[in-house]
């Protein structure tokens, strides 16, 4: 295939009168802030990084921000050379070729162990199906284990108090982790918590084009829009831990959401037929 | 809380320097167009309406585009009337409140079937483990069901073959459907096919902000890209069977990927992990 010039499409490709403007355009800007640290003000950090980038949030929009930096911020920090391991977490260990330390932090986490293969194990926490119980020993100091927020709804919902007070804007704030799905390479990001509008937006009694009746159709709102921040959030050490989305349509409401966004294992397609074997 | 009317922040938040714009922006544009049929000329139409929106395509810009679409107008269709249910359809359809015939189809379709829930079986289709086959009867002619396109990677670098000629810009395309995940509520979207661009992002042996080197992370560019067109395109009967997504960092390479985001079962967290127990 040739390399073309990007270069105006010419008029004979259309017949279509021109609108004025495009009708919506969604943006997610990228929030670079300094190093955080235990006990930095994370929500003063991110409205001057806001400031320092001539970006003034407007009501209605997102702020993303990474679970790991949220956790970070409020001084959770697991050393794992204390840590004494327990036979189970040996064992794991040696199975999966983890640190003994690490195997026996993510079992203090992890609300349940799935299984594992080499480098991770899998296990739920706060119903979330997720490597390591979310416990991550990148961008953590040598010597130590970050895990999630103690309280994700919570952090989020002091966050958006904080951020809406600084930024004088009625916005929304969500936090974000890295997941990998079944069979798929690589990971994308989920919301552990939102507040300021419905997570998942319900189709249900919708019609399509047909004029039929959408039956189960939801759509997870917000783990699409921690997807699209992850885009300019990047993962190893950009030191950017969090990022703004404007232009998308959410019905706000003043409250926020975590295990809102779950599903039991009896509902769940997957986990309801696809069960742990220990092999 | 209050809600404050938006409002600049005020000085004294930050005393850092003020950039002149934000350095990095992604965005991303729904793409309408009128309702597509078998024999539509796809990409003339997606031409059409973005020149309609006076938007431009430049070098570099991704276009996301619905399986459905692409399927529809390469004349995948279903008839379920048609069709006779075997006894393992009937069986099936009894158990998990399916019409007899959609589960025949999706037995046609399938390369695994797993289990299923109420309304929905689970599959393995082209390596990705989806429900019902990818088979969707929304937005399909009433008696009718859109399977996944024949050959998604080949479709996709068709779009983008044609797409680049029309548009005269080097853009990239891939292929989306929505999916619903383990445990989570709702449905996001995975690319099905990309062409232009490396889909996964492989971030193994860069450095974390303490110097560590990163061991096993990679990101799942594409799937977080059609995360993105997803928040534009809607899923019911918006006409928006497209996004275009701008400002995205991509390494660019000539080439069409579908089965390279995937893993095995036996690489993969869940699945070497979850087996079916067809309870």
């Known amino acids: 295939m040739p390399s073309p010039k990007a270069l105006k499409p010419k008029r004979d490709i259309n017949q279509l009168p021109r609108k004025k403007a495009v009708f919506f355009l969604l943006s997610v800007y990228p929030i670079k802030t300094e190093v955080i640290k235990p006990n930095t003000d994370l929500a003063k950090t991110i409205a001057d990084s806001l400031y320092a980038a001539n970006l003034t949030p407007r009501d209605g929009d997102v702020i993303a921000i990474s679970a790991k930096v949220v956790s970070f911020s409020e001084g959770n920090l697991i050393r794992l050379e204390g840590i004494r391991p327990s036979s189970l977490a040996y064992s794991l260990a040696n199975k999966y070729s983890l640190p003994p330390e690490f195997v026996e932090a993510i079992l203090a986490e ?3 162990v ?3 293969v080499s480098g991770a194990l899998l296990t739920i926490k706060n119903n979330i199906i997720v490597a390591n119980a979310g ?10 284990a970050i895990p999630w927020p103690k309280d994700p709804k919570s952090s989020c ?10 930024l004088k804007a009625d916005i929304c704030t969500m936090i974000t982790d890295s997941k990998v799905h ?10 552990l918590a939102v507040s300021g ?3 998942v937006e319900d189709l249900r009694g919708s019609q399509d084009l047909f004029g039929k009746t959408i039956k189960i159709k939801r759509m997870a709102l917000a783990d699409a829009l921690a ?12 030191s950017c831990p969090a990022a703004l989305i404007r232009g998308i349509s959410l019905k706000r409401v003043n409250s926020s959401f975590s295990t809102e966004m779950t599903i039991s294992k009896d509902e769940c397609l997957y986990l309801k037929n696809l069960k742990p074997s220990f092999d």
């Not at 020993?137 to 040598?142: G, I, K």
């Not at 079944?182 to 919301?191: F, H």
């Open 227 to 238: 997807c699209a921040a992850q885009l300019v959030m990047g993962e190893a050490r950009e």
């Open 110 to 112: 992890a609300d349940e």
């Open 197 to 199: 509008f419905q997570p």
């Open 182 to 191: 079944p069979l798929r390479l690589g990971s994308t990001s989920i919301a």
């Open 135 to 144: 416990l991550d020993l990148s961008n953590a100091p040598p010597g130590y």
């Open 114 to 116: 799935l299984g594992g």
């Open 157 to 166: 919902e002091k966050l958006r108090k904080k951020l809406r007070e600084l």
